[in-house]
């Protein structure tokens, strides 16, 4: 029994975990991690980026036919810096470039091979902004809950948010979006490919998400786990490729592959919120 393996955990946490696990199953056992197929019925995916929903959802995509991609700065800047920003240039992208008009038209070719569609907001990523203005949550989320709720999305896909500020931006963002739509909406986070694989940076996401009441929970969502097919629209953001095979080795990443988690994000179960106090952590020589 894996509960007896937690040797190192303290006597407070065993026994805070003993307890809700030595009543009687709970009757809803057997359906955690299920997905109705009714919340599937109008899939939304909120990218902070043309391509993150790609790169971290395609095997979602692929199976559900009709996805809205709701890509949040898909803005273009009023000018292009000179010389070119940092990242464009690493993409392979020249002065005088309409780059959102490439990555928009990259965009397209990626969905259609998963049968999804795009919504490009019009908010600007930081890299083109200084500081003082970049585009932050609370800027974004007015127009993201509307269009979710002119949607009507049944559920809807959001990132981790990790450690790039535009998709943290995003998953606060998607986060207060939740409190405002319809609150029958089912809400996953999925992993930010790439960055997902920077050290304790998703398991630092998780823990305080786990400590505000957000539970995060892999999720079996039906999916179609076609690698080829999802090659094929990663292959579709020529540009970005080049740039994420130079800074994050992507193309290894991805061949591996990483698999595509998706994680329900809801309350606790009644009784058990008292794990998400830290006093019932793990303290060394405790136990
Ligand atoms: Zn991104």
Not at 159 to 184: I, K, S, W
Request: proline content about 9%; glycine content about 8%; aromatic content about 10%.
């Amino acid at each position: 029994m894996a509960l007896l393996g937690l040797g190192r955990e303290s006597r407070a946490a065993r026994s805070a975990i003993m307890t809700v696990m030595a009543d009687p199953a709970p009757p809803e056992m057997r359906g955690w991690g299920l997905v109705g197929s009714a919340e599937l019925d109008r899939v939304v995916v909120v990218s902070p980026h043309p391509d993150d929903a790609v790169l971290g959802c395609s095997h979602l995509m692929g199976a559900h036919p009709g996805v809205t991609v709701i890509t949040v700065y898909a803005g273009r800047p009023q000018e292009y810096p000179s010389p070119m920003e940092r990242w464009d240039a690493l993409c392979g992208f020249v002065a005088g470039d309409e780059v959102h008009a490439t990555r928009r038209a990259e965009d397209i070719s990626a969905l259609s091979v998963l049968g999804a569609y795009p919504i490009w907001l019009d908010f600007v990523e930081h890299a083109y902004l200084p500081r003082s203005e970049w585009v932050g949550a609370n800027d974004i989320v007015d127009t993201l809950t509307k269009t979710i709720s002119d949607l009507k999305a049944t559920a809807v896909f959001a990132p981790f948010g990790l450690a790039n500020p535009d998709h943290d931006f995003t998953h606060e963002a998607a986060l207060m979006a939740r409190d405002r739509v319809d609150p029958n909406t089912a809400w996953f986070l999925y992993e930010d490919m790439g960055y997902k694989h920077i050290p304790g940076l998703l398991a630092w996401r998780i823990t305080q998400l786990f400590r505000k009441g957000v539970w995060p929970t892999p999720a079996a969502v039906p999916v179609d786990i076609d690698y080829a097919r999802k090659q094929q629209a990663v292959d579709c953001y020529q540009s970005q490729m080049r740039a994420l095979e130079a800074e994050w080795g992507i193309r290894e990443k991805l061949s591996a592959p990483a698999p595509e988690q998706y994680w329900r994000i809801s309350p606790p179960p009644p009784g058990w919120e008292g794990l998400s106090n830290p006093s019932n952590d793990q303290r060394q020589g405790d136990a």
